[in-house]
Each structure stands twice: as structure tokens, then as C-alpha cells.
């Protein structure tokens, strides 16, 4: 085991990013995530790489696309209202089938909102959020040490399937500070012969490119793009089970908020009641199959979130909507409470 440092959750995702080869970023300060940008202009500069704040989300995004297009690792994060404006950009990268990491520690809204941290970008994320036919393979850390993790994770899946990976991250992941391990984490590479690196008058030449005007070769890459992620979603799912060998209830919750529900469970466990809790670690791909070996066993499914209920919809397909599912959620900014998850648990276990 490598030497624990003790980091916010902002600085392991950019030092992680650096262990995992990325020497390309761009971005643009935004409260609650200015500390990845901050951490990169210092440390880029030391390695040989390039730290650039940009004039604007847009041009990030943009130069991360040129970036991306080259085979080279590159990266940009954002908070909520910045990672709006990077949308298309990131629906240009899907188009290209380009690979990159883009980081959202997310704060409140809608608009500016507030910069507390929130989970309501939720939709955006799993969604695609740009225009067009595609998705983003999504991560929820819930420690710094996942912070760490994933962000290596999530360069290498991004590489694997030539698709944007997205940390989504709440703003309390982001700041709070913890032991984290970065250097015996194992990184992998793949060979990348589609980028663009020059010919040398050796070879065909790579072209990168979103534009199809033949409707029928845009229509045969779409379904190919959805082939690639139908594999994704059956390879790539990844969920923590927290005390579900028994459970009569199950939370659902990620990030922050999970840890919060775990704290509930433990102490709805000592009154008695058999509750436990599915993690999703991969928001897209939804891990369906840790939600369909459990329905049978559970009479109810609590969302526990810091919106208004995003994930729901996804619960209730992954349970073909066989049981019902609740609502325990905090919105703005706020973070539920483990008395508040707790009285959720009672009420839905009948206790008195």
C-alpha cells in the first residue's frame, strides 16, 4: 500500500487525472469545483502539460474536442451552470465518438442557483443532455477515495468505448477532505490508430468527423453507436450492496447521500427493521440486474436524493415497477439528514 494523503475531493480528481496521463486541461473557474482548475494550473505546468483557462465552458469543451481528437488524454470540469454550457460540445464529442472526462461537482438550481452542493443534475447527465441519439457512461463517487478511482476509472472507459465519462459529483464531495491513496491504483491504456497524429506519408489518412449529410449513413452510425452501448450497459454497470442479504426495504441513494442512508440503516437495523441498500457507482449504465435479483425480496424501494426525484424513473424500471417506490429528498442545496432517512424507513416499514 502507497502513502494516504489527506486531499479535498477536488484535488484527487486532478491528481488522479495525472496519474492516469491526462496532460491536457481546460476549463473555467465556477464555485464548487475552482479547486480541480486551481490544482491543474499548478501541477501542469511541473509535468510538461497544459493547464489553460479558457475564455469560456464553451471554448473548453471545444478544446477538448481538438484534444480529444489527437488520442491524448484531456479533461474539463464544471460545476452545474458551466456543464450546461458545454452541452453541445459534448453532444459534438458523441457524434465523433471522441473519448474525454468531463467532471461536474454539481451545485443548485435551476439558473444560477446557489452553490451548495445538489444532486439535480441527475437528468442532464443520464440523459445525454445535448441534442441527438447518444450517452455519457456517468460516475458517482462517494468518498475522495472515489473520487481518485473514478476519475482513472472513467479515462479508461471513456478510451475502451471512444464515448464521453462523466464524474458527477455533488459539492460536498468535492470539498470535504479525506485520506486518499492514488498511487497504487493500476492504470490502463489502449492503442488508439483513429486519432489524429499525422501521416507521415505512412498510412491512410484518420479523419474525425459528426456530419453525415446522407440520412442513411447517419441512421446505420446511430444504431452502430447503440450497439457499442448496448455492450456498455452489459459490461460496465458497477453498485455497492449495502446489507441487502435480508432486506425487506432497500435505498437507493449516490454520493453524498448514500452515506447519509447508510447511517439510517444502521440505526433503523437496531430497531429491527430489515433495510439495507443498493448503491448505483454507474449512473449510465443504471445497474438494472442488482434491482431485478432484488425486487422479489423487497416490498419497497426508498429513493433517497438532493432533488426532486430523478433517479425514481429509473428505479421503477429496473423493478419493472413490481413494488413501490418512495421519495426521501432534499432540495436547494440541502442534505438530508440520517433522522430524516431514518423516519422515512419507519414510515414506509408501518412502525408506529
Known amino acids: ?48 502539460g497544459v493547464f489553460l483557462q479558457a475564455e469560456s465552458e464553451i471554448a473548453a469543451i471545444n478544446m477538448v474536442i481538438g484534444v480529444a481528437a489527437t488520442g491524448k488524454r484531456v479533461m474539463t470540469s464544471s460545476s452545474s451552470p458551466g456543464i450546461s454550457l458545454k452541452q453541445e460540445g459534448i453532444s459534438y464529442l458523441a457524434g465523433c465518438d471522441l473519448p474525454a472526462l468531463v467532471v461536474n461537482v454539481e451545485r ?13 443534475d441527475y437528468w442532464q447527465a443520464t440523459k445525454a443532455g445535448g441534442h441527438g441519439d447518444y450517452h ?3 460516475l458517482a463517487p462517494a468518498s475522495v477515495q472515489e473520487m481518485a478511482a473514478l476519475t482513472i476509472k472513467g479515462f479508461e472507459l471513456a478510451d475502451k468505448y471512444g464515448m464521453v465519462a462523466m ?21 490502463k ?29 447517419l441512421e446505420i452510425k446511430n444504431f452502430e453507436r447503440y450497439e457499442k452501448y448496448a455492450v456498455v450497459e452489459r459490461d460496465e454497470a458497477m453498485y455497492e450492496e449495502y446489507l441487502m442479504d435480508d432486506a425487506e426495504i432497500c435505498i437507493v441513494a449516490f454520493g453524498i447521500t448514500s452515506r447519509v442512508a447508510k447511517n439510517a440503516i444502521n440505526e433503523a437495523r437496531a430497531k429491527g427493521i430489515k433495510v439495507g441498500m443498493i448503491r448505483p457507482i454507474t449512473l449510465w449504465p443504471f445497474p438494472k440486474k442488482a434491482f431485478e435479483a432484488r425486487v422479489d425480496q423487497c416490498k419497497a424501494f426508498i429513493s433517497v436524493e438532493m432533488n426532486m426525484g430523478q433517479m425514481i424513473d429509473d428505479v421503477k424500471l429496473a423493478t419493472s415497477c413490481k413494488k413501490p417506490v418512495y421519495l426521501c429528498n432534499r432540495v436547494g442545496g440541502m442534505i438530508p439528514s440520517p ?10 416499514g408501518g412502525a408506529k
Not at 443548485?108 to 439535480?120: A, D, E, R, V, Y
Open 167 to 187: 464524474i458527477l459529483a455533488d459539492g460536498t464531495m468535492g470539498q470535504m477532505m479525506e485520506p486518499v491513496e492514488i498511487d497504487d491504483i493500476e492504470i
Open 108 to 120: 443548485g438550481g435551476p439558473g444560477l442557483g446557489g452553490i451548495q452542493p445538489s444532486q439535480s
Open 1 to 48: 500500500m502507497g502513502e494516504k494523503v489527506l486531499m479535498k475531493g477536488n484535488e484527487a480528481i486532478a491528481e488522479a487525472a495525472i496519474k492516469a496521463g491526462c496532460r491536457h486541461y481546460f476549463g473555467y473557474p465556477i464555485t464548487p469545483q475552482t479547486e480541480v482548475a486551481a490544482y491543474m494550473s499548478k501541477r501542469m505546468p511541473k509535468i510538461g
Open 339 to 348: 433522522e430524516e432517512v431514518l423516519a422515512k424507513i419507519l414510515e414506509v
Open 189 to 217: 491504456t489502449v492503442d488508439k490508430p483513429w486519432a489524429l497524429t499525422g501521416t507521415g506519408m505512412k498510412r491512410e489518412h484518420n479523419i474525425v468527423n459528426s456530419l453525415y449529410l446522407k440520412p442513411d449513413l
Open 136 to 138: 455519457n457512461i456517468v
